[in-house]
């Protein structure tokens, strides 16, 4: 197994580092669904970087409980000063979700931005399958992250895009993936099925609901 990348030296600069590349977009594509959330009890998140999207999540739902699963300390740091009164609310835990992540089922929502791209295909279908028995009949998956959309944009613009920011996540955290991981594929394969979804920047950018699949709630 890869080391896992370190996010530590990018903490602080996190924020400032997402708006110069895309300005509003990313968050607007994590917050695509953040309506939808507000009767969830038990988050699992994953990898959820400075904690925005947490932050948001607890200051909408008022009841929610959150576990935040996350490698780098830093950033698990800045999610809980970010989350501020509502941080009692929040469990947080350094972990290599590889590994294992740390688990209190049931969960009736999971979340991960712009995390999965990080895994390779394979960790991404053992880690869904291990999550997979741990969330409610009627639990959410929301799943944020680039993709290469079809046409000339996808060859033209977005494939470089996405290989540049691979070799600069490689340079700034020694990130060892290198390509995107067919994520569709693995939670599929672990018994989750795509419930919905929005799209921006021509494609480039994906929100997603996952949810288990009906022949596996009986």
Known sequence: MKRAPNFNPIAR????????????????????????????????????????????LLAQNSTVLVDAVDASRAMLFALVGNAGIHSSRVRIHLADVRLGPPLHPPYDLIVTHFFLD??????????????????????????????IPPGWFGWLVARPLVTALYFAFWLLTGLRV???????????????????QKQFLR??????????AFELRN
């Open 13 to 56: 600069a996190y924020r400032w580092m997402e708006w110069l590349t895309f300005g509003p977009m990313l968050s607007r594509c994590r917050c695509a669904f953040l309506d939808d959330l507000t009767a969830c009890r038990a988050a699992l998140i994953l990898g959820d970087g400075d904690g925005r999207f947490t932050a948001r």
């Open 118 to 147: 990080c895994l390779t295909t394979d960790e991404i279908a053992a880690l869904a399958l291990r999550l997979r028995a741990c969330v409610t009949p009627q639990a959410q998956w929301v799943v944020s992250d680039f993709a």
């Open 178 to 196: 290198g390509r995107l991981p067919d994520h569709h594929r693995a939670l599929t394969a672990a018994g989750f099925a795509l419930a919905h």
């Open 203 to 212: 494609g480039l950018l994906i929100s997603q609901i996952w949810v288990p």
